[in-house]
């Protein structure tokens, strides 16, 4: 039983990191219908960023700031860039695009920073603090109130901003959007520097608990996909608690199985998800031919 809580905690802390990369892609795939591989790549560029302003002598607090606002700048880049010039093009043309620019930020990341991995220091104090037999960091409850708060904030701003109310109309029907007076084009795009912004939040969060390397966003990248789906592509509600609810499995199956099937056992459950009920848990039971 105390495992089962240690477990439960770890879970909870890496589930809360999968659910911002979900809530990202979910975020873009609401906006234009397609799913953006480079996501796992704006939580590295958030982490390596601020740890490097932090090497220039930057202040923690504002390293932070400027991490995400760099991230966010990479996001409106590979909008304005990469995705709107290809405007004509499939949807699957376009997924391609992104995947392309997730090897070309990879890439660009390698030359700047190298193959070193780096860390960032806690939030705060790192002394354990005790729940019965079990402990937890205070690193682990800033990721999971952090991830509460950009959670709130997003639906704040979805269900009470202008511009989330234009950004979940375009996702509804982007011709009726358009008639109304709604730039499409303009809402695409802050969506695609929101959905950064999200990565870098998560990049921030997780890097004190573990480490931060080049390459790094390519795992939770995809594990952030997994999320996504099991929770329902396109429900920001259901991206969290398939965010959650995958890093609760991961942990518990990887602490009571073994730590090698880790990554093995979350491919599993999308795999049943896809195969028993393909819409996610939170997802309309639509079917769309491409």
């Not at 809360?16 to 609401?30: D, E, K, M, P, W």
């Not at 010039?85 to 992104?98: D, E, L």
């Not at 930020?105 to 603090?129: C, H, M, Q, V």
Request: aromatic residues 10%.
């Amino acid at each position: 039983m105390d495992q089962l809580l240690q477990f439960l905690i770890s879970g909870l802390t890496v589930g809360s990191i999968y659910a911002l990369v979900a809530l990202g892609f979910s975020i873009i795939y609401n906006a234009s219908d397609v799913v953006n591989f480079a996501q796992g790549e704006f939580v590295m560029i958030g982490a390596m960023s601020a740890i490097f302003l932090i090497k220039a002598g930057v202040s923690y607090p504002v390293a932070a700031i400027l991490a995400i606002l760099i991230t966010a700048a990479v996001g409106l880049a590979l909008d304005k860039f990469a995705i709107e010039p290809a405007k004509n093009a499939t949807v699957v043309s376009t997924i391609i695009i992104t995947i392309g620019a997730s090897i070309f930020l990879r890439g660009a990341a390698l030359l700047i920073w190298g193959k070193e991995i780096y860390g960032l220091p806690p939030f705060t104090t790192n002394d354990p603090i005790k729940i019965g037999s079990a402990t937890i960091l205070p690193q682990n409850l800033w990721v999971m109130l952090g991830t509460g708060v950009t959670v709130f904030a997003v639906k704040y701003f979805f269900d009470h901003t202008k511009m989330g109310k234009a950004i979940l109309a375009c996702s509804f029907n982007k011709k009726a959007a358009y008639l109304v007076g709604i730039n499409v084009r303009r809402m695409l795009l802050v969506s695609y520097g929101l959905s950064a912004a999200l990565g870098a939040a998560a990049g921030l969060l997780v890097t004190p608990i573990t480490f931060m390397s080049y390459n790094a966003g390519v795992m939770l990248g995809l594990k952030g996909f997994c999320a996504a789906i099991l929770g329902g592509m396109g429900n920001s509600m259901g991206a969290v608690l398939g965010g959650i609810l995958l890093g609760i499995v991961e942990t518990v199956g990887a602490g009571f199985i073994s730590s090698g099937y880790k990554d093995a056992i979350a491919f599993f459950v999308i795999m049943l998800v896809l195969f028993f009920k393909p819409s996610g848990i939170l997802g309309k039971g639509e079917t769309e031919r491409v």
